[in-house]
């Protein structure tokens, strides 16, 4: 069982980038996906959260308006669209998958999640 992400790269500020989520398996595509993001020195944290259907989104007050968490499941892919990208941004970012199908209460917690994918490096310059 994989999540493999890609897309990561070096941009300038105000850049935009799309980061994808692969799965291996087509059962992938019954869980709730997020994005988490972890800077050097810093803690992991929160960006975005999708339920199955895409129905129901969330996102960290620091990428809200800028950040879009989508899924196309035909392809068991989740995306991330990066806009107007700051050099606060600049962290290694990872997908994981929830077994539920829904997004729990805790949606923001690492702990939620089941599977991890490596992580795809995202460096944004000034």
């Known amino acids: 069982v994989q999540l493999q992400a890609s897309g990561g790269g070096l941009v300038q500020a105000g850049g935009s980038l799309r980061l994808s989520c692969a799965a291996s398996?087509?059962?992938?595509?019954?869980?709730?996906k997020g994005w988490f993001r972890q800077a050097p020195g810093k803690e992991r944290e929160f960006v975005a959260a999708?339920?199955?259907?895409?129905?129901?989104?969330y996102y960290a007050d620091s990428v809200k308006g800028r950040f879009t968490i989508s899924r196309d499941n035909a392809k068991n892919t989740v995306y991330l669209q990066m806009n107007s990208l700051k050099p606060e941004d600049t962290a290694i970012y990872h997908c994981a998958a929830d077994r539920r199908s829904y997004l729990s209460g805790s949606y923001y917690e690492a702990s939620e999640y089941d599977y991890w994918g490596q992580g795809t490096l995202v460096t944004v310059s000034s």
């Open positions: 398996r087509s059962t992938f595509s019954n869980y709730a």
């Open positions: 999708i339920s199955r259907n895409g129905g129901s989104t």
